[in-house]
């Protein structure tokens, strides 16, 4: 898969390819951390205006209109955004597509005038921790709780 091939663009957060990668993410959320299942948001996403211009972004990537990846994002504070829902599909991992999708998403944050961006993941998923510690995210106090057991934040 080549990264030239990869497109990345918004999607509504209702749309049946938004709610396919909620799905993945959730499933996947629900095989690493104990306690969490895949009905742990339901389904529409309560959330998803959130995602929603003018206040935040779900973005997909594609390669040949196979869905590979998704993440997203929403006002936390009037300056601060937050990062939701990085999924990477099974096949698309470790070619960078996850570093690629923060990289757009937090161009996105900076178009919607926000300062800061903040985040949450669990200590299971660490491919998306040494992702972050990489890309100049800084750990922050806890601002959630479970299943959150690791916060960042980055200053835009």
């Not at 998803?48 to 972004?57: L, Q």
């Not at 300062?115 to 510690?133: H, K, P, R």
Request: hydrophobic share 40%.
């Amino acid at each position: 898969m080549s990264a030239t091939q990869i497109t990345i663009a918004h999607e509504d957060p209702d749309s049946p390819a938004a709610r396919n990668c909620l799905r993945a993410y959730f499933a996947l959320l629900a095989e690493r951390i104990p306690g969490v299942n895949p009905g742990h948001v339901p389904d529409p996403d309560p959330e998803a205006d959130s995602f929603r211009p003018p206040h935040g972004a779900f973005l997909i990537a594609r390669a040949s209109g196979e869905v590979l990846g998704c993440v997203s994002l929403k006002r936390h504070d009037p300056t601060t955004g937050e990062i939701k829902r990085l999924w990477i599909a099974p096949a698309a991992r470790g070619h960078g597509l996850g570093r690629r999708l923060m990289t757009v998403i937090e161009d996105e944050a900076r178009a919607l005038g926000f300062t800061g961006l903040v985040l949450d993941t669990n200590a299971a998923l660490t491919e998306a921790i040494a992702l972050y510690s990489t890309s100049g995210w800084l750990e922050t106090e806890p601002y959630t709780g479970f299943p959150a057991t690791h916060w960042f934040a980055k200053p835009l």
